[in-house]
């Protein structure tokens, strides 16, 4: 399942995050509850899980709700939330830790340990941008942020979402055409720090960033366009985000 930021699930964790973040705990538990009994798909039923157990206030309840992800996450078994197995693994040893129980912990910080190798995402990879380039073309690091201009970006960014990369390309700074290029790693890449394990588990958007540069080997034009007021609230968003971006 592709993530899908306007997914009423996904929408109702949102809006539970914001809720906590304004002091009301209860309320929010109560939008994370609602996120749980609306879900019909993996995919929802996973997300809405993952927050659930964080909000439990012992460790045997989140136990139970870490591990109703885990079978979750298992049985979608896809790069939407394959990213988010060794947080999931992690925490479970974690809850198995305070429950003392240390051979259960032990065997589930080494399955977590066993999920942190390089992502396994096959792609295939798009990149963003307002550029007019060809095939062949390389896109290197070294460009200024989207996000802070002043920041020289020390990785290239791009995502196995292709209306990601649509967003990307319309958030761009510059004048030009918007375009969605299909790119290739050249060399190793990691899940993007900045969005991994942030505000949802892993790495849903299937974004990655490589410090070696990537190869154009296509384009596309087709992927679901925001209108002009979703672009002009997603800048709004970002000018007002103010974290510190991992470079």
């Not at 809405?48 to 885990?70: G, I």
């Not at 062949?136 to 791009?158: P, V, W």
């Not at 990691?190 to 384009?219: C, H, M, Q, W």
Request: net charge neutral.
């Amino acid at each position: 399942m592709e993530f899908n930021p306007s997914n009423k699930v996904v929408q109702l964790c949102l809006q539970g995050m914001s809720t906590e973040e304004k002091g009301k705990p209860e309320e929010a538990y109560q939008l994370f509850l609602q996120a749980w009994n609306e879900a019909v798909k993996g995919f929802e039923k996973f997300i809405a899980s993952y927050y659930l157990a964080h909000r439990q206030k012992n460790s045997s309840e989140k136990l139970k709700w870490f591990e109703t992800a885990l079978q979750l996450a298992l049985k979608i078994n896809d790069d939407s939330v394959n990213s988010a197995l060794p947080s999931l693994y992690l925490n479970i040893a974690k809850c198995y830790d305070e429950l003392h129980d240390p051979d259960k912990a032990k065997i589930n910080y080494e399955w977590s340990a066993s999920f942190k190798d390089k992502p396994s995402d096959k792609g295939p990879f798009y990149h963003g941008t307002k550029a007019d380039l060809q095939v062949g073309d390389l896109l290197t690091a070294g460009g200024s942020s989207n996000y802070k201009a002043e920041l020289k970006m020390n990785h290239i960014y791009f995502t196995a979402l292709v209306n990601g990369a649509g967003l990307a390309a319309a958030l761009a700074k510059n004048d030009g055409r918007e375009r969605v290029y299909i790119v290739e790693p050249t060399g190793i890449f990691e899940n993007d720090p900045n969005v991994t394990d942030k505000k949802f588990p892993g790495n849903p958007t299937r974004s990655y960033r490589s410090e070696a540069p990537l190869k154009i080997i296509g384009e596309v034009t087709d992927w679901v366009r925001q209108t002009p007021e979703e672009i002009q609230r997603w800048r709004e968003k970002l000018a007002n985000n103010k974290g510190d971006i991992i470079n």
